[in-house]
């Protein structure tokens, strides 16, 4: 068999209330997170004569997309014929967008198949947790709810939307963010609101809990974040933990506005367009 490719969508997160850090490092998270159509990374998984991962950037074992072989390799309980992955980036780096978990789910969806192994998405997601907070999510796709530290999945119901996605001049780090979380003042408690039914309610719905943080590590967001809602976005919202923010729109072509408009201030490469068809 040839090589089975994948895409890899990123995400953003509509909500994203964090709790104070756990004894185990991480921080327990309620957030409603939604996969993108738009740019996305080309995941791509072949039979090799031994193991690699080319990616620019991050080749070989640093990449997530390593991991996520390990743990397949140790949910299946055998050595499995090796594999090399090539990863083709869009998707920027250290943006919050999920563009590395995303690329290690693709991996195990793309070699659970080449491969034969027929694991389902239980047990592909069950694999996926120990690469990464994110990964599971991008097993499943859609909308969901992620609780624990983001790994414990339950599907949501979210409005449709379109959005510009602005990426950061440099991208953060996530623990550092974390970091940050913990030397400021908590976050409002949860007021329980479910998510709107249309586009309009998200403005004042969304809300992401390391919003604060990521401007404390890099003032220049608050910039990004001014310039996309006097173009109209409605919210202008941190993806993750940064350092890109999306601009929300109701439609493609308000979307599309706002991209011509901060794309006078902002290098084009610097500004995608993307959506979410509802669910
Ligand atoms: O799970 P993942 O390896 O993607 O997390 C990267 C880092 O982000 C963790 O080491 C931790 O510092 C931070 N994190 C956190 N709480 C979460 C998820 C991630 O503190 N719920």
Redesign the pocket.
């Known amino acids: 068999m040839d090589g089975v490719t994948v895409q890899a969508p990123g995400k953003v997160n509509l909500r994203l209330l964090v709790g104070p850090v756990r004894a185990d490092?991480?921080?327990p998270?309620r957030s409603l997170m939604v996969a993108l159509d738009g740019p996305a990374d080309r995941v791509t998984v072949a039979p090799a004569a031994q193991r690699s991962v080319t990616c620019p950037g991050i080749d070989g074992p640093d990449n997530l997309a390593w991991a996520a072989l390990d743990a397949l390799e140790r949910a299946a309980g055998e050595v499995l014929p090796p594999v090399a992955v090539t990863i083709d980036k869009v998707l920027p780096a250290r943006a919050g967008m999920g563009g590395g978990s995303s690329d290690a789910a693709a991996v195990l969806v793309a070699a659970d198949r080449l491969l034969g192994l027929d694991f389902g998405a239980q047990r592909l997601e069950k694999a996926a947790a120990e690469v990464?907070?994110?990964v599971p999510f991008f097993i499943r796709g859609g909308a969901q709810w992620a609780t624990g530290?983001?790994e414990v999945l339950a599907p949501a119901s979210a409005p449709a939307f379109a959005c510009v996605i602005v990426a950061g001049a440099a991208g953060l780090s996530?623990?550092a963010v974390?970091r940050a979380f913990d030397d400021l003042p908590p976050p409002p408690p949860d007021d329980g609101a479910p998510p709107p039914s249309g586009a309009a309610g998200l403005a004042r719905w969304c809300r992401n809990d390391l919003w604060p943080a990521a401007r404390s590590l890099d003032p220049g967001l608050a910039k990004v974040h001014d310039l996309l809602t006097s173009a109209g976005a409605a919210p202008a919202l941190l993806c993750g933990s940064g350092s890109a923010i999306a601009g929300i729109t109701a439609t493609a072509d308000e979307a599309g506005a706002i991209a011509e408009r901060v794309a006078v201030a902002l290098p084009p490469a610097r500004v995608m367009r993307a959506g979410f068809p509802g669910a």
């Open positions: 490092g991480y921080h998270l990464g907070s994110d530290r983001g996530t623990a974390y």
